[in-house]
């Protein structure tokens, strides 16, 4: 028996299972937890399996072409939980207790800080979510849909800011060229990456005017306040992509970007072959990968900046610089 199976045959025992994804979940942790509901509803005839995720506008605007989820409202004990792309239970917001009160807990993520909160625990240190997924409904046999092919592949390309950052390996791109021959390709892409509203691209350019350099130009941090954010009546979906877009400036190693998020601030890193934003998001309360990580603060601008240049430099200082030689 091989291990997926070995861990999700205890679902058969299962009278009623929840599903429950980060807060402010992305498009692989709402992929992950749709993809999952289907499989254990068909696999395992279970026919109460809901999905728990605290959400903004963010997750129901930036996804159209995923059913939108459903919030149950009601305090109902399930027999299994699962916790899906979360990395501790911090991150699962005031659903925590569901997962905490279910008989059996099951974790299925991705991120190299995930610290193994349940029972029984799938965590590997790949692309995404939906590449775990992807290998389950394979350990299966699990015929997979042309829309659920769509969906594994908007999971590994958000999560791999198409295929630039994040643990991706030959596989990756197997699974990826697997989903290929079902989907429509460029219409997947357009949606997530290709659909800026002119708010968006405003913000861009405010951040960019923000931007202060440090290291020549290793380290870049930049912030949009909440004075500003009132200004264009920004809401949070509305900074979506553009800490990918500060990477991409030439010779940075790490970037940060702190915009605004309700009474608190969001603050966004990302890192280059050779750092690690993922256990300075951890130290914050935060988590992610080595290259792309997250974490709020109630702190002043003032003070978050003082903290992520601390350890910013203390990377730059100490990590071997890795050979950014194309060939």
Do not use: W
Request: charged residues 25%.
């Amino acid at each position: 028996m091989n291990k997926y199976r070995k861990i999700l045959d205890n679902l058969s025992k299962a009278s009623s299972v929840c599903i429950i994804g980060h807060i402010d979940p992305d498009a692989d942790a709402l992929c992950s937890m749709i993809l999952i509901r289907e499989f254990i509803m068909k696999q395992f005839n279970i026919k109460t399996v809901d999905l728990f995720a605290e959400c903004t506008e963010l997750a129901q605007n930036y996804l159209p072409i995923i059913e939108k989820v459903k919030l149950n409202k009601n305090k109902t004990i399930y027999h299994t939980a699962i916790m899906m792309d979360s990395p501790n239970l911090d991150r699962i917001g005031k659903y925590k207790n569901l997962f905490e009160n279910a008989k059996q807990t099951i974790v299925i993520d991705h991120h190299n800080t995930n610290l193994r909160n349940g029972k029984f625990n799938i965590v590997e240190i790949v692309s995404s979510t939906c590449e775990i997924v992807y290998k389950i409904f394979k350990s299966y046999n699990y015929n997979i849909s042309e829309k659920n092919y769509g969906k594994i592949y908007a999971g590994i390309i958000t999560d791999t800011n198409n295929f630039s950052v994040g643990a991706i390996t030959k596989n990756t791109f197997k699974i990826a060229s697997a989903c290929c021959e079902h989907i429509n390709i460029e219409s997947i892409n357009n949606n997530f990456f290709n659909n800026n509203t002119l708010r968006n691209m405003k913000l861009l350019s405010l951040a960019i005017e923000n931007i202060i350099t440090l290291e020549d130009g290793k380290i870049i941090l930049t912030q949009i306040t909440k004075e500003q954010a009132l200004l264009y009546k920004a809401k949070f979906e509305d900074y979506t992509g553009i800490i990918n877009r500060l990477a991409t400036i030439s010779g940075n190693r790490l970037v940060c970007f702190v915009q605004p998020k309700d009474d608190l601030y969001y603050v966004s890193m990302r890192a280059k072959q050779g750092y690690d934003v993922a256990q300075i998001a951890k130290k914050f309360g935060g988590g992610g990968h080595l290259g792309a990580s997250a974490f709020l603060s109630n702190k002043s601008l003032k003070e978050i900046e003082e903290d992520v240049l601390k350890e910013f430099l203390l990377q730059i200082h100490t990590k071997k610089s890795v050979s950014t030689k194309v060939f």
